[in-house]
């Protein structure tokens, strides 16, 4: 789900200014595994990152889907480690801004502790919605789900096994859905 994210310009002005460097990845490539330190927080300028679980017989869940504008793990302000790993499911752009300069902002300027807040108030929202698309028990009823959180529309099929990941199905069950849906349209 590639969200627009509404937060307030303060927030990622905020969140740009604490920024000390910034990091490119290559399609595919790691920026953390579940385990590592947290020692910043990762503002996404282009691309899109992707925070991955494995789970049960090798598969993998996905938890955030960060495109511009978004956030990155953005609980591991609060964590110790990272407990999944993040990867880049295109070529990226990240800033990465020190927690010890975000903590001190937040600190300080109550109206960005505030709009802070609110962000995570809004992830919160979407995290639920994803929760419940995974109780679903059928790939159709996920999918439902699923495209009717993202504008009613799918990915370019190069893409479709990042929302096979996202709604917890292997693969090829999605394509069986796709397949079977359009035998019926």
């Known amino acids: 789900m590639i969200m627009i994210m509404i937060m307030s310009e303060s927030l990622i002005e905020a969140l740009w200014n604490a920024s000390e460097r910034e990091r490119t990845l290559a399609a595919g490539s790691v920026l953390f595994?579940?385990?590592?330190?947290?020692?910043?927080?990762?503002?996404?300028?282009?691309?899109?990152?992707?925070?991955?679980?494995?789970?049960v017989h090798g598969l993998q869940?996905?938890?955030?889907?960060?495109?511009?504008?978004?956030i990155l793990a953005e609980a591991s302000l609060f964590?110790?480690?990272?407990?999944?790993?993040?990867?880049?499911?295109?070529?990226?752009?990240?800033?990465?801004?020190p927690l010890r300069r975000i903590e001190?902002?937040?600190?300080?300027?109550?109206?960005?502790?505030?709009?802070?807040?609110?962000h995570l108030a809004q992830e919160v929202q979407r995290a639920r919605a994803h929760a419940e698309t995974l109780s679903l028990r059928?790939?159709?009823?996920?999918?439902?789900?699923?495209?009717?959180?993202?504008?009613?529309?799918?990915?370019?099929?190069?893409r479709w096994r990042y929302v096979a990941a996202e709604i917890g199905v292997t693969p090829e069950a999605f394509y069986r859905e796709i397949a079977r849906r359009r035998q019926l349209a």
Not at 33 to 55: H, K, N, W
Not at 81 to 87: E, F, I, L, Q
Not at 104 to 118: G, H, I, S, V, Y
């Open 79 to 97: 964590a110790g480690t990272y407990r999944c790993d993040a990867v880049a499911a295109e070529a990226s752009v990240l800033r990465a801004a």
């Open 138 to 158: 059928t790939v159709a009823e996920r999918l439902d789900a699923w495209t009717a959180l993202n504008e009613g529309a799918l990915p370019p099929k190069g």
């Open 33 to 55: 595994r579940a385990g590592d330190r947290v020692r910043s927080l990762y503002f996404v300028v282009t691309g899109e990152m992707r925070l991955v679980r494995s789970i």
């Open 104 to 118: 001190a902002t937040l600190a300080t300027e109550p109206r960005l502790a505030r709009a802070w807040t609110n």
């Open 61 to 70: 869940l996905t938890l955030q889907r960060a495109g511009p504008g978004a």
